[in-house]
T-cell receptor, first 112, second 115 residues
Framework: RKEVEQDPGPFNVPEGATVAFNCTYS??????FFWYRQDCRKEPKLLMS???SGNEDGRFTAQLNRASQYISLLIRDSKLSDSATYLC?????????????FGRGTQLTVWP | NAGVTQTPKFQVLKTGQSMTLQCAQD?????MYWYRQDPGMGLRLIYY???????DKGEVPNGYNVSRLNKREFSLRLESAAPSQTSVYFC??????????????FGDGTRLSIL
């Protein structure tokens, strides 16, 4: 079982819609989480870090629920430019590698 | 500021051929990583280098070798390419490992096809 699991989608939503992605993680020791965005045939880029209290950046809101071991990303007022794959990423500082674990990604397509 | 630079961007090999993927970063980062990305599999860590002079295996090291040539450069070598190694390869770097709030900076990727 992967450390981080995501619904691969695809999610197809109209412009202006609100869409939410969830991600679950198996390692309760995971200490930090991130959402990365990856455009088609491009490299992943950091979108947001995820804090326990939840954090918001414009139209994007990320939340962490440690009790249920899931992370969420909410996108409001979707734009065509939001079409991409969103990667959920966990970090386990206590692991031997102290490295990141990437989910398989959730594909989002926003249509006009 | 180039960030992380990978070469080549595309490569086609025949089974059994060898090649080296190059990666260089100009951000003075200590830690560097090689990933492969396959459809439906997400990013999988091949090898990493926590600091200059050290390298360690990741999740899927078989069939690969790495060299941390200096602080800037981290190369990935396929000694005898196999069709199963057809993938997109990403190099990444971070200031150092064990700092969970540091984002990984990725190169543009190398698209490798093995026939």
């Amino acid at each position: 079982r992967k450390e981080v699991e995501q619904d691969p989608g695809p999610f197809n939503v109209p412009e202006g819609a609100t869409v939410a992605f969830n991600c679950t993680y198996s390692n309760s020791a995971s200490q930090s989480f991130f959402w990365y965005r990856q455009d088609c045939r491009k490299e992943p880029k950091l979108l947001m870090s995820v804090y326990s209290s939840g954090n918001e950046d414009g139209r994007f809101t990320a939340q962490l629920n440690r009790a249920s071991q899931y992370i969420s990303l909410l996108i409001r007022d979707s734009k065509l430019s939001d079409s991409a794959t969103y990667l959920c990423v966990g970090y386990d500082r206590g692991s031997t590698l102290g490295r990141l674990y990437f989910g398989r990604g959730t594909q989002l397509t926003v249509w006009p | 500021n180039a960030g992380v630079t990978q070469t080549p961007k595309f490569q086609v090999l025949k089974t059994g051929q060898s090649m080296t993927l190059q990666c260089a970063q100009d951000m003075n980062h200590n830690s560097m990583y090689w990933y492969r990305q396959d459809p439906g599999m997400g990013l999988r860590l091949i090898y990493y280098s926590a600091s200059e002079g050290t390298t360690d295996k990741g999740e899927v090291p078989n069939g690969y070798n790495v060299s941390r040539l200096n602080k800037r450069e981290f190369s990935l070598r396929l000694e005898s390419a196999a069709p199963s190694q057809t993938s997109v390869y990403f190099c990444a770097s971070t200031p150092r490992m064990r700092t969970g709030d540091q984002p990984q900076h990725f190169g543009d990727g190398t698209r490798l096809s093995i026939l």
